[in-house]
């Protein structure tokens, strides 16, 4: 049966029970609105004798024992008729009584019946606890669990011993015979019911928590009385209402009578003691702390409200007493007991989260203000009219109930939450808890434990996996939910919460918490990203930074702190570093023969690499001039060897190197892939000097040629790297070799140094403010 159908059959059932529960209630306030008739004893249904008569009918001369024939006229032909009247009559109006004593001839008896009343603090609590906190609570609490999980065997089984509960001990239970066949029959089914209460109980008590029969010794001998004492209560409590209607059924239910006592009292014991050792032995092996508390909360109730009951059966059974003639304090504790059985039961759903029921129940508690103060308003008005003669007290204490709710309904909503709902508030509190937490976590992996823990801990589930990115509804199993982790441009896979310890479904308000954390959590993922993407990053040009100074470093302390003094030649060298720093590399060097060698190059690359290369390529250089080599050729080809050795495959340097030598007034000059230096003559004549070679260390073997130039007085020789002739102006133009040259024609003849500040400044006027992206090095030799 699909659960729309159970749901349907239960709402049957539900109408059945409001109605007679309604009806039971209506007539237990009935004496506070008029006068009730009692009657004037108890009506014998096998054949209306009359027993423990009252004392106005005995003054009347109605005797114990009496049979009753008529009631003002009326014949009487059942207990229906005696009880009918009894509930129709009206207290204060005398009635008479036609009765006979044995066989003798009848008799009139004319008597004012007494009034029933509700003023005796003793009634009036049996009443309002038997026939209506205790029915109310027991129905309401059962059929919600039964709607909430139709198909599991132990809220069915809740439910059956709430409603037996309901309708076992009645303070009017009697009068339910005088309501007509379409009340009173369900009213008599619903007795049955509660006949069965010690099944009801064994039942529960099999079931609990988790709904499976076990197939033990205990189990299958329970299940046996099961078997025999509910089909006997059944027929029991059928053939006892339908003598109420005839006394010739009393001919089929006097064998049912005359059993020996000690037979269904044995099974009804039997049941409650088995369903105790059962509750018992389950406790007992119960490991998980959650399921232990619930069946500490459960089995404490049971046992308060079935034991002292329980106990007051005994001592009847065995004094051989009826338990009407127990006074009322003693009957009080054991009628009043079963109470316990559903607040308990209330009390685990709200806070142990038993069936899952604390949002629901507290959903309908926390109500908004509004509605309970237009309820108390109208239940004002309706008990203004109920009860005329005091309806203005019972209005007056409303309309307090109004003001009351209006203005401290949220410090009792926090009072009840805190108290009553400590799972549901708890569970509220991990969004915040965890926005509130995750601000502090950088970790990945410790926020997503942190999240899992979290979850499972407040939703009681029994699994929290953490999936891949890239995770479908496949990867769902039966029971389980997937919430993504992702943002609007990354995916962090998904969590998936496998099925809650109480087997209920996820409801709306877990989705919408759950949704919340998830998507905290994606942010909370993403800025631990960012975060660390953002570290990397600063680490990383942390590092960059720092090899750019060993860098800086590096080139600075390559470069010639001061020029040689040579005769007749001024020589100046200068390198403007641009904001990264390049491998621009310019040195003078003074052979063992006097001649002046003037070194310049660019190394590929930047960085701490390229310093270390020029670092290598100056030590090279200044090892083979002291060996002795003097031919460029020479100097140069074994030069590109040890940088071919000592740098990778993507490392290699352009090289310009001069050799001036002063006795001649000659450059002998040779080139590895370096810009041609320029030559500018006295007369405004320039050259441009170059030598065909591969840049060092491109190549293992490599073959170079050497040239050779005569330096009059006034010429004016250049070298310079690219830095130079690439400098760019703000529109992409390139300085180029002819901005040199001009720049270098038009420089005062007042020196080297002059000469080259002069390039610098005609240089830096053309960039007009552009970034520079390359060295700018030059060597001025000017001939004097």
């Known amino acids: 049966m699909t659960h729309w159908k159970q749901r349907l059959v239960l709402l049957v059932l539900l109408v059945v029970c409001g109605a007679v529960e309604s009806r039971f209630i209506y007539t237990s306030l009935l004496p506070l609105s008029r006068q009730v008739a009692r009657t004037p004893g108890l009506v014998d249904p096998e054949n209306l004798t009359l027993g423990k008569v009252k004392d106005p009918a005995l003054k009347a001369g109605v005797k114990e024992g009496d049979t009753l024939i008529a009631v003002d006229g009326v014949r009487v032909h059942s207990a229906f008729d005696a009880i009918g009247w009894m509930v129709h009559k009206e207290g204060g109006i005398p009635i008479t009584l036609t009765v006979r004593t044995g066989n003798g001839p009848p008799r009139t008896a004319t008597l004012v019946p007494p009034t029933l009343k509700l003023a005796e603090p003793v009634e009036f609590t049996f009443t309002l606890g038997l026939n209506i906190i205790l029915p109310v609570l027991c129905i309401g609490l059962g059929f919600l669990v039964a709607f909430r999980r ?31 066949v379409w009340m009173s029959a369900p009213a008599t089914f619903l007795d049955v019911v509660s006949d069965w209460w010690p099944a009801a109980w064994c039942a529960v008590a099999l079931l609990f928590p988790d709904g499976r029969w076990r197939r033990d010794l205990l189990s299958r001998v329970s299940l046996a009385i099961i078997a025999v004492y509910v089909p006997y209560q059944a027929v029991r409590g059928i053939l006892v209402a339908a003598l109420f209607a005839n006394p010739a059924v009393w001919a089929i239910l006097k064998p049912i009578e005359e059993l020996p006592h000690v037979l269904p009292q044995s099974l009804h014991f039997s049941l409650i003691g088995l369903g105790l050792l059962s509750f018992l032995l389950k406790f007992r092996a119960e490991t998980h702390p959650d399921a232990r508390r619930r069946m500490r909360w459960m089995l404490t109730g049971l046992t308060l409200g079935v034991i002292p009951n329980t106990a007051l059966m ?171 982790l992702a943002t609007a441009d990354q995916d962090y896979g998904a969590l998936r919460l496998g099925p809650k310890r109480s087997e209920e479904p996820y409801s709306r308000r877990d989705l919408q918490l759950l949704e919340s954390v998830a998507s905290q959590t994606a942010v909370a993922l993403d800025v631990s990203r960012l975060t660390a993407t953002v ?26 702190k001061r020029a040689p003094l040579v005769d007749g030649l001024d020589l100046a060298g200068c390198c403007v570093p641009a904001q990264s720093v390049g491998g621009d590399y310019y040195d003078f060097l003074t052979t063992p023969g006097g001649a002046v060698g003037l070194a310049i190059g660019d190394v590929a690359g930047k960085g701490v690499p390229a310093a270390l290369l020029m670092a290598g390529l100056q030590a090279s250089l200044r090892g083979l001039i002291l060996g002795g080599v003097t031919d460029l050729r020479e100097l140069m080809a074994k030069l590109n060897l040890l940088v071919y050795d000592a740098s990778p495959a993507n490392r290699f340097a352009t090289f310009f190197y001069g050799l001036y030598e002063p006795a001649a007034s000659r450059l002998r000059y040779s080139s590895a892939g370096h810009n041609p230096s320029l030559l500018v003559r006295a007369t405004g004549e320039h050259d441009w000097l170059k030598t065909p070679g591969v840049g060092l260390g491109m190549t293992r073997r490599a073959q170079y040629e050497q040239a050779d130039v005569a330096l009059h007085p006034g010429d004016t020789l250049v070298l310079y790297t690219d830095g130079v002739t690439e400098a760019r102006n703000p529109q992409g133009e390139e300085f180029g070799e002819d901005r040199l040259l001009a720049a270098l024609q038009a420089a005062p003849a007042l020196g080297a140094q002059a000469a080259a500040d002069y390039v610098l400044e005609a240089v830096k006027a053309f960039a007009a403010g552009a970034p520079q992206h390359d060295d700018i090095t030059l060597i001025v030799a000017r001939r004097s």
């Open 314 to 484: 005994v001592s009847a059974v065995v004094l051989q007493r009826d338990l009407n003639d127990y006074p009322y304090w003693l009957l009080m504790p054991g009628v009043l007991a079963p109470i316990f059985i559903p607040v308990t039961l209330a009390y685990s759903m709200l806070v142990d989260r038993l069936f899952d029921l604390g949002v629901v129940i507290r959903q309908g508690l926390l109500a908004s203000r509004t509605v309970t103060a237009l309820r108390l308003l109208v239940n004002a008005t309706l008990l203004w009219i109920a009860f005329s003669g005091h309806g203005w007290i019972v209005s007056v204490l409303c309309l307090a109930g109004i003001a009351a709710v209006s203005y401290g309904s949220d410090h009792i909503r926090a009072w009840v939450d805190r108290r009553f709902f400590r799972e549901a508030v708890n569970t509220e509190q991990v969004l915040i808890e965890l926005s509130n937490q995750v601000r502090r976590i950088t970790d990945p992996r410790e926020l997503l434990t942190t999240v899992q823990h979290r979850i499972q801990d407040a939703l009681h589930i029994t699994s929290v996996d953490l999936l891949p990115s890239g995770t479908t509804s496949a990867f769902a199993l039966p029971g389980s939910l997937l919430l993504p």
């Open 535 to 560: 570290a990397a990053e600063t680490a990383q040009r942390e590092r960059l930074h720092n090899e750019l100074e060993i860098a800086s470093q590096v080139q600075q302390r390559l470069f010639p």
């Open 150 to 180: 139709p198909s599991d065997p132990t809220a069915l089984a809740i439910l059956w011993l709430l409603l037996a509960l309901a309708f076992m001990q009645r303070a009017n239970g009697y009068e339910r015979y005088g309501w007509g």
